[in-house]
């Protein structure tokens, strides 16, 4: 059956084609591109924009090739007078209220709808515009609506409530009046949005994008009196790259780093070093909760989309979480801390800056709790409650960096290679894999098992929750002790595996949840596009990341060594306590 | 009491048929929305507290709608022993009269529209009663003859909220034989055998879309009825409803047995509150009967219906969008496949049908399929049911065999416009429909034929539009209706009819360019070819059509920047200068007469009308027939108005100062030549207004002296000599040469005309008689009206003899009959139509009748009849019955067979005038095939790049005024082309006068002017209008309700 082979005639010409296909999708395999703009695989078939219509023999009108399936004796046509003036029509109806203020716009360059008009040629067009300008959504901490940028091709609703069920966005009003909106039109900050940003992933405009936060960045950064460092995630390493214009998942982590340096950050450190700091955190309370029957399964919380969807959706689950900050958190609080002490820096002075995947950690670094290092300076310099500070200052996607790198003239491609600067660049290949989906799990694993046998692990690659399944299993043996973890991606998938919690039927002692499909590496913040091809490219390099890693796991770590024995003293500990790990807060979803 | 069996149901049956036949008077009133919206509640009261108080033993019954909405409140009298009588336009007063009649055992003799004798339920039949047949028969009514109740068989008769009635005329037997003697396929089979096509609109096949769904196996299945009846004008399903709600249920009952459904939702719109209601207690009912609900009718079978109230989403008529709205969703369609037979409500298979195709089913059972297939067409078998409304003299609910044509519609079952008004179009399908135009309403209605006039059956509106209403603004109005309904998913429908809508609001504020009908043109067609629902799809078909048939109001719009019906308010000041030809400013010389400006009212006359005086006595008035003032009382007379401002102007000796004025205006000389055939209105305007302008203007004329048919052919008793030479001599001082007595092509060649003059302008007029075509017409003591008219002007001697026949109805026939009256002659006009029919001015034919000519209503030429010696003795005339409405409005004439003679000397014919212009073929000048001359609507442009032509000659016979009008257009147009400069405005200037206007009705009712009397006309040719006096005047003038103009009020933005 899924091999039939049907006959098509495709402008006139036969083709044998496989059975099921649409007719989009069959026409692309014998190599017709067929326009389209709504549409997005996997994510969006809402059929509204109306220019992939072709002509189907028989058919009372165009048809849409996004949506219908090419069947048995269908003839297509591609193009003609009538859906070559259809398309054009119909493009022209969307830019008569789309601003045409490419050149200033930050997807310029990135649009598809720049993209198609000037595929379809469009020159002209006798349409003006037929509605107000609505105000931009600034509400939110991670992404800003610019909606009369929308096209309204229905993608980010659609990826906000079929893949993460978050049903945070949706039309509203009708005919003209319709537009994508919150809640009561309360904007993304008010309503129960986790910032996870793959909207802004999928918009073909610039319709909703992160929050632009690069020239406080490149202030702080030209500011003598700052000292501005910056660590970058494990998944920036993987897509950066794409985003300056090199090939998909192309793994760029020494040019990243000088290119950094070049950019004039004074110190350029790696978020995998608290990703390994996180694995011991993480991996002695899970061990803890397991010996003395804490709450399980207990659940990762590096994905900051994911725990404001906890927050939201599922706060009697709070329990579950682990009390572990992220890694980018972890990082702000030792740089503001343990790295000031040793440098001697006022920690005032110190600028911390995250490069991420993701539109959630701009949410992240500003939730009030997120000032340890305020804390636990406080009454050593005498702090005033004004005087507070956040552990991370800014965060910037790998977006915002690519656009900073290109405005200071970086040659990205030909960078040379150099390496991060110590101690808060060193970690292992567990910290790597943290950009991918099941990566936090075989981390943790790599780490627990060695921790509770006392014995180093054969095999530490754990092929079982690599992958880029919805949900993962695997049953561990921890000598003995025999445990079943799960590994979810997306929050459609997060929220069946919290559903089986609430329903007390959850056989996991372990899991690993990421907010964005693919992991980080798939983040709201990442290249446009991001489609599953060139999310399985950046896994890849990942995946051969950790390979290339003399260390490969995370307590072997000597710079995570060295920060137990020199300030921290143990995982879990008093300061670990204070600085690493933090509590969660109760959100409705109105 | 549950009904479980055959006998229980038939027992039900027999006791009930007391209520339809009671051994008691009944009276019925008809309390659908209609009938309670004329006061049918009120009256209901009114006989309850009168039997009540008076203890009578008479039955109140509620019952639903009849179809004659504009007749309504309708009332049903029932009288054992009599036929059914069903009373129409009965009020309150009424109550008392019919009550008494009714305990005397007498009908009532006034409001009796008809009577029912017996009746097909076609479920049952029921005979009333013979007798009073005084009163029509209910089918020989107009709007009842052409009709047949299939759908409508209970509605009217019945109490809708009455199970018992409903049984009572053979309801639920339908169902209890599909339950007892037929498999689920077996009534598929019967629904596929009938033809029946879905009445939502699309007609697809019933039974097809029943066998899909049927096939789908599943847990759970549903039907859906669609009562979300959105289109502006269409209530067929809110009255279905409302009159037999049971036919409903039990045709979605039959439905669901044999589709295997278990569940039923009616969706209906929550502005219908009196369906809603009487639905719900149908279903309560039919529950309590156990023909719903649980093991029906004992069959084992279940089947449930809910009510779904929608909140009015014209969308929701789509059936993915009245799913998702069912299920709590916004309403917005999603692309079909899968279709919801394979994925509907809930992701269960479903099926959806109209209202009105659910209420086919009963009888679709009971009679059988090929029953069915005996009315309609192939194609589409049974009857549609119709909202008929908007200009149509008889609006209501009518049902009537598929197949059967718009005429019948419009002009039978409608009478037409009951008024003088035409017909212009027919908007079938409401916002997704397209307007039909009159010409075409012999196409027969059904699916095939309406799509290929680009309209569509829908779900059965039928707006009747008539020459008062502007298509471009049809077209807007239906768009923006569509735009606001619009779901706004898909990018056709959403930016698409915004754009559609923006453009036609550029032609209704004359803003409009070429550029602008190609992109109408073009969004349409790719808006229906992309949109992802019906909605959107059929959305555009107002437009297209109304571009289609009646592109030239567009033209209109966009050329001349005129909305001839007096819609698209950007475009004019007054409706009364809208109407007029030349356009005169008519408030302004109103006001500046009122306001005592008597110099300034006159030169506002005379710059818009270079002969004020003379036509203000000969006009058509167009104006009149426009004015606001009538709503209130009657239109103000603005011609004897300006009548009177040029009058008094001309015998003060007031007239040189102002000619003076307008000599001084004269723009410098161009040296451009302009040569223009003939002195007639046309001729005189355009050399008017081109000399002016600084043009050096000759006009030829082949008579000795200018004016053509206001000397020639309009009696002095209307237009004295001496007005009209007055007025012409001041276009001669403006400085027009005339040359008479020429003619071109014999005393000049056109070749020199085309040599010598940068224009020629052809302005012959339509002067020719067309001749009557009956044997005997060449007889000696034949002459035609129009030669006859000259002849008397020139002073010839006739001798017409004792008796006179002319046979017309125009002006001219009056003129002629009026002047021959003067002669001594006894005159009698003859007329194959009715009197209300005729053209000719209302006061001229008072005048006829007063003076004493005489009348031959539907009467027609036969032959004429000569003596021995080949001159007249007599005309035998075909007597006439009055027909149909034809598509002119009027009843058609038809003839008897019975013809009889009338003797006469003289026969004078004056049936219409046609321009002679067949000399001008020789220089290249085309003719259309009427004879006119073919010329551009807004160039005057003929095929000959030298030639305009105006007038009559353009446009055949009209009225002085608008020749003039054509003329005044036609000189800025020729101004421009030779210029190349807009120059026309600075012929006229601006007047002080006040913009108060009035806050109530002033100078009371209509002034009538002083008419000569009867004595001192005869035998003379002295005018008969004497004109307003000073006081009329002025109190007419302030007649005048000052609408335009124009007040400006703030609205709040929403």
């Excluded at chain 1, 036969?14 to 996997?42: H, R």
């Excluded at chain 2, 005997?776 to 006859?788: E, P, Y």
């Amino acid at each position: 059956m899924e091999n039939k082979k049907i006959n098509i005639t495709v402008d006139g010409k036969a083709y044998q084609v496989k059975e099921g296909n649409t007719i989009l999708e069959t026409c692309k395999k014998i190599g017709i591109n067929i326009p389209s703009l709504c549409y997005l695989k996997d994510v969006s078939t809402n059929a509204s924009c109306a220019i992939c219509v072709v002509e189907v023999k028989g058919a009372r009108t165009l048809v849409r090739s996004c949506v219908s399936k090419a069947t048995e004796g269908m003839e297509i046509r591609t193009h003609s007078p009538e859906i070559n003036q259809a398309r054009m029509t119909n493009l022209e109806l969307i830019l008569a209220n789309h601003p045409k203020d490419c050149l200033i716009c930050e997807r310029n360059g990135n649009c598809e709808l720049q993209e198609l008009t000037a595929t379809l040629g469009i020159k002209e067009t006798p349409y003006g515009k037929t509605k107000p300008v609505e105000k931009n959504d600034t509400t939110s901490l991670s992404l800003t609506r610019i909606p009369e940028k929308c096209i309204l091709c229905g993608r980010c609703i659609a990826v906000c409530a079929d893949v993460q069920t978050v049903y945070a966005i949706d039309f509203a009003g009708r005919g003209l009046k319709t537009k994508v909106s919150t809640y009561r039109d309360k904007g993304l900050g008010n309503v129960a949005c986790t910032n996870c940003g793959q909207c802004a992933l999928v918009c073909p405009t610039a319709a909703i994008v992160e929050r632009d936060e690069s020239k406080e960045v490149f202030a702080d950064i030209y500011n003598p009196d700052k000292v501005v460092i910056v660590q970058t995630a494990p998944a920036i390493r993987v897509g950066i790259g794409e985003a300056m214009g090199m090939e998909q998942g192309a793994l760029v982590t020494g040019k990243m780093v000088s290119a950094l340096r070049k950019l004039g950050f004074d110190k350029v450190f790696d978020t995998q070093f608290t990703a390994d700091l996180t694995i011991m955190e993480e991996g002695f309370e899970l061990i803890s909760r397991i010996k003395n029957n804490g709450t399980l399964p207990m659940i990762t919380s590096c994905s900051p989309g994911w725990i404001k969807f906890i927050e939201h959706f599922f706060p009697k689950s709070l329990s579950h979480l682990s009390t572990c900050k992220s890694p980018q958190q972890m990082f702000g609080a030792v740089a503001k801390t343990y790295y000031a002490e040793k440098l001697n820096i006022d920690p005032r002075k110190i600028v911390v800056v995250s490069i991420m995947p993701c539109t959630a950690k701009k949410f992240e670094c500003k939730r009030p709790e997120m000032n340890s290092a305020f804390d636990y300076w406080k009454e050593k310099l005498n702090l005033a409650d004004k005087d507070n500070f956040f552990d991370v200052d800014y965060v910037l996607t790998t977006r915002e960096l690519a656009r900073m790198f290109k405005q200071t003239g970086i040659d990205f491609r030909h960078m040379p290679e150099e390496d991060f600067d110590h101690p808060l660049g060193i970690s292992t290949g567990a910290g790597v894999i943290f950009a991918a989906t099941g990566g936090v799990m075989e981390a943790a694993v790599r780490t627990a098992y060695e921790v509770i046998t006392g014995k180093p692990m054969e095999n530490i690659e754990l092929n079982v929750v690599r992958g880029f399944e919805g949900i993962k299993e695997a049953e561990l043996d921890l000598d003995g002790t025999k445990i079943k973890v799960a590994v979810a991606h997306t929050l459609k998938n997060a929220r069946v595996l919290l559903e089986q919690i609430e329903e007390g039927k959850s056989p996991y002692a372990f899991i690993e949840v990421m907010t964005c499909p693919g992991g980080c590496l798939g983040g709201g913040g990442q290249a446009i596009p991001t489609t599953w091809e060139i999310r399985q490219k950046r896994a890849d390099s990942i995946y051969k990341e950790d390979n290339l890693k003399a260390i490969r796991k995370s307590h072997e770590n000597p710079a995570i060594k060295a920060l137990y024995d020199e300030f921290l003293v143990e995982p879990l500990g008093h300061k670990s306590h204070e600085l690493l790990h933090t509590n969660y807060v109760e959100r409705g979803i109105y | 009491m549950k009904i479980s069996d055959l006998a229980k149901l038939n027992e039900l049956k027999e006791n009930a048929a007391k209520k339809i036949l009671p051994d008691k008077p009944y009276i019925a009133i008809g309390m659908g929305t209609c009938g309670i919206g004329r006061g049918a509640e009120l009256l209901f009261d009114n006989f309850e507290r009168t039997i009540k108080e008076r203890n009578l033993d008479i039955i109140l019954k509620k019952t639903g709608c009849f179809g004659f909405c504009s007749e309504e409140p309708l009332v049903n009298l029932y009288i054992p022993g009599h036929p059914l009588i069903i009373m129409h336009q009965v009020s309150e007063n009424d109550v008392i009269p019919i009550i008494t009649g009714v305990l005397k055992g007498i009908m009532p003799y006034r409001n009796v529209l008809c009577r029912i004798e017996e009746w097909d339920f076609i479920t049952g039949k029921f005979d009333f009663g013979k007798g009073l047949t005084d009163y029509p028969l209910w089918n020989e009514v107009p709007f009842f003859k052409w009709q047949k109740k299939i759908v409508l068989r209970n509605c009217g008769l019945i109490v809708p909220d009455d199970i018992e009635e409903y049984v009572a005329v053979g309801g639920y037997f339908p169902l209890f034989s599909a339950l007892n003697n037929m498999t689920p396929q077996s009534v598929i089979d019967e629904v596929k055998a009938s033809k029946l096509r879905g009445r939502g609109g699309a007609g697809f096949p019933t039974g097809v879309k029943w066998e899909l769904m049927a096939k789908v196996q599943a847990d759970q299945k549903y039907i859906i009825c669609n009562a979300d009846e959105g289109d502006p004008g269409a209530f067929m399903n809110r009255n279905e409803i409302e009159s037999d709600p049971f036919m409903l249920i039990e045709g979605m009952t039959i439905g669901a047995y044999a589709m295997g459904a278990s569940k039923g939702v009616v969706y209906i719109r929550a502005e219908y509150p009196l369906a809603v209601r009487r639905l719900k207690s149908a279903i309560l009912q039919a529950k309590e009967y156990g023909f719903l609900g649980e093991n029906i009718l004992n069959s084992g079978f279940n089947f449930d219906i809910d009510i779904v109230e929608g909140a009015g989403a014209f969308v929701c008529g789509e059936e993915t969008a009245l799913i998702h709205s069912i299920e709590g969703k916004s309403g917005r369609p999603t692309p079909r496949p899968p279709y919801p037979a394979e994925r509907g409500l809930y992701g269960k298979p479903t099926n959806i049908n109209n209202v009105e195709t659910w209420c086919n089913i009963p009888v679709v059972i009971s009679k059988g399929g090929s029953w069915f297939t005996e009315t309609g067409t192939e194609k589409s078998a049974g009857t549609k049911v119709f909202s008929l409304v908007g200009k149509v003299k008889n609006t209501g609910l009518i049902e009537l065999p598929l197949g059967s044509t718009l005429e019948t519609i419009v002009f039978k079952i409608g009478e037409g416009t009951g008024s003088q008004k035409r017909v212009k179009a027919v908007q079938t399908g409401g916002p997704s429909g397209g307007c039909i135009p009159v010409e075409y309403l012999s196409t027969p209605v059904d699916y095939e034929s309406l799509n290929s006039l680009g309209s569509i059956m829908g779900s059965g509106g039928m707006v009747v539009m008539d020459q008062d209403n502007c298509m471009v603004d049809v077209a807007r109005y239906f768009t923006e209706f569509s735009n606001g309904e619009s779901c706004g998913k898909c990018t056709p429908c959403r930016e698409g009819l915004a754009q559609t809508l923006k453009i036609i609001n550029k032609f209704t504020q004359g803003k409009a360019t070429v550029a602008d009908i190609h992109t109408l043109e073009e969004l349409g067609k790719v808006i229906k070819a992309t949109a992802l629902c019906g909605l959107g799809q059929t959305a555009p078909n107002p437009v297209l059509t109304t571009l289609r048939y009646f592109r030239d109001e567009y033209d209109h719009h966009m050329i001349e920047k005129k909305c001839e019906p007096g819609i698209c308010q950007d475009l004019f000041s007054a409706l009364c200068e809208n109407s007029c030809p030349l356009h005169m400013n008519i408030p302004r010389y109103l006001q500046l007469l009122k306001e005592d400006k008597l110099e300034d009212a006159f030169e506002s006359t005379l710059r818009d009308n270079p002969l004020p005086s003379s036509i203000g006595r000969i006009c058509h008035f167009h104006c009149q027939m426009k004015c606001r003032r009538e709503s209130i009382d009657a239109s103000v007379s603005q011609g004897d108005i300006h009548r009177y401002i040029s009058d008094t102007i001309y015998k003060e000796g007031k007239a040189p100062a102002v000619y003076e004025k307008i000599k001084k205006g004269r723009l410098p000389q161009t040296h451009k030549r302009i040569a223009i055939i003939g002195a007639g209105p046309a001729g005189l305007t355009a050399a008017y207004y081109l000399v002016r302008l600084g043009h050096d203007v000759t006009i030829f004329e082949s008579e000795s002296e200018a004016g053509g048919i206001l000397r020639w052919g309009i009696p002095k008793y209307r237009l004295p000599l001496e007005t009209l030479d007055f007025e012409i001599q001041f276009i001669k001082e403006l400085g027009v040469h005339f040359v008479f007595n020429t003619t071109i092509g014999r005393d000049i060649a056109f070749a020199d005309l085309e040599r010598d003059y940068n224009i020629v302008i052809v302005g012959i007029g339509a002067q020719s008689d067309i001749a009557l075509s009956v044997a005997g017409n060449k007889l000696d003591g034949v002459l035609s009206g129009m030669d006859f008219l000259k002849d008397v002007a020139k002073g010839k001697q006739l001798n017409i003899g004792r008796h006179v026949v002319v046979i017309g109805a125009g002006n001219v026939a009056i003129d002629a009959a009026r002047t021959a009256q003067r002669f001594g002659s006894e005159v009698t006009v003859v007329y194959r139509r009715l009197k209300s029919d005729m053209p000719a001015n209302k006061d001229e034919i008072k005048g006829a009748e007063m003076e004493g000519v005489n009348f031959l209503f539907l009467c027609n030429p036969k032959e004429i009849l000569a003596d021995t010696s080949d001159k007249v003795r007599g005309i035998e005339l075909m007597k006439m019955a009055s027909g149909d409405i034809d598509l002119s409005n009027r009843r058609k004439p038809v003839p008897t067979g019975e013809s009889f003679i009338l003797a006469c000397d003289t026969v004078i014919t004056a049936v219409g005038e046609e321009v002679e212009a067949g000399f001008l073929k020789e220089f290249g000048i085309k003719t259309n095939s009427n004879g006119n001359i073919s010329c551009d609507h807004f160039s005057f442009s003929t095929s000959h790049p030298k030639v305009y032509a105006i007038g009559d000659a353009v446009t055949g016979p009209a009225t002085a005024a608008e020749a003039m009008g054509i003329a005044k257009k036609a000189a800025e147009v020729i101004d421009f082309n030779l210029m190349n400069k807009r120059r026309f405005h600075k012929l006229f200037r601006g007047f002080e006068y006040s913009d108060e206007v009035p806050l109530k009705p002033e100078g009371g009712n209509r002034h009538y002017t002083f008419k000569r009397p009867l004595e001192e006309r005869i035998g003379n040719f002295k005018e008969i209008n004497l004109g307003y006096s000073k006081e009329q005047a002025y109190a007419e003038a302030s007649r005048c309700l000052r609408c335009d103009v124009r007040v400006i009020v703030n609205t709040e933005e929403e």
